[in-house]
């Protein structure tokens, strides 16, 4: 358990007014609110309304899905366009931003540092130059693991590269940045098809779990899949048993210390905070475990690319991050988050939506 404890914030930004639109989503039965300012400049920021004078508790840089390679510009499987080259750009500007705004504490990499596509005797590059971007900003950075990264190095090169605290080869672990809150990270490829050696069981018990649910030849292809179920491919994992006991004790402990509780994961784990294809395998699992501890209040993610926010029936805030890779030539997706004792504020640049995400009490 990492523990990173920061100091209070001594200023704020400027409020701007705030527009917020609702929809319904009919088969979960609860509202998806999405509340942001418009901006369609380069670096335009998405800042939400504020009480005057209230200072968050931390603030921390987000950003996802970067997926760089040194490659011409090409499009996803269903045609929507990817700019490989021009990502790393948006990266260095949410760096120089997140800089120059002087109180972020740290930043979260919610995963995929490079794309899939990246040929093969250049991906050990290209995740070193990615990650020396991240390490240009003035202070901690954290990073979860997507497919991407695992498409191009194992985890015992990756995991260390990236200075990411698991043990044996995991990736999930907790930070404190402060005694009010607690960041737990969840590893969704804990259990997953890729990343793993070929002969490990966890490879082993996901080809199984893939053969079982999904009847296609290729295991990226959620052809014949029909609603939830078209989330068993591939390119998506799972939370394995010891690590979903690992979360239990954690959120145990948690509310023990009266601490509100950040989830992060590079896959979605509310269907309406995702398409159906992103969602982690077992995400009614791990939200079963969630459900039963008031502690926790957001689960952010990355993956999905589109960016989306919904409420679940337990009142726990699910937002997905718009894609760094899906940003058109002179326009950026990242931002940065406030957190306060009631409530997060997200506040993104261009085309992250910003987002203010108020607890229950």
Known sequence: MVRLYTSWLTTYPKAYSKMASFCFCGKHKRYKQHVFCPGNAMGSTNVLV????????????????????????GHS???????????????????????????????????????????????????????????????????????????????????????????????????????????????????SAIGWPRDHPKTLQALEFLEKKNPNSDKNSPEGLLGLERRFVMFNGAVGREQL???????????????????????PMDPCASSQEALLWNFDEVMNVIHQYKCVKACLSGHDHKGRHSIDSHGIHHRSFEAALECPHDTDAFGHIDVYDNRLLLCGTDRMQGTEMYFNP
Not at 131 to 142: A, D, I, L, T
Not at 143 to 170: A, F, M, T, W
Not at 252 to 267: F, G, M, P, R, Y
């Open 50 to 73: 504020s009480s005057p004078g209230k200072q968050p508790l931390f603030s921390f840089g987000v950003v996802s899905d970067v997926q760089y390679a040194d490659i011409p510009d």
């Open 77 to 191: 499987f269903i045609g929507v366009p990817r700019y490989y080259r021009h990502s790393i750009r948006v990266l260095q500007r949410a760096v120089q931003k997140w800089n120059n705004h002087q109180n972020l504490n740290f930043v979260i990499n919610f995963g995929d540092i490079v794309d899939g596509k990246c040929p093969p005797n250049q991906s050990l590059d290209a995740v070193k130059k990615v990650n020396n971007e991240f390490q240009k900003f003035n202070g901690p950075v954290f990073h979860l693991i997507g497919n991407h990264c695992l498409y191009n190095l194992p985890r015992d090169i990756l995991l260390p590269l990236l200075k990411i605290p698991g043990l044996n080869s995991q990736a999930y672990y907790d930070i404190s940045p402060g005694p009010e809150y607690r960041i737990v990270v969840l590893d969704g490829y804990d259990i």
């Open 245 to 267: 006991e690992w979360l239990d004790g954690i959120l145990q402990d948690a509310t023990k210390l009266k601490q509100k509780v950040i989830v992060c994961c590079h896959l």
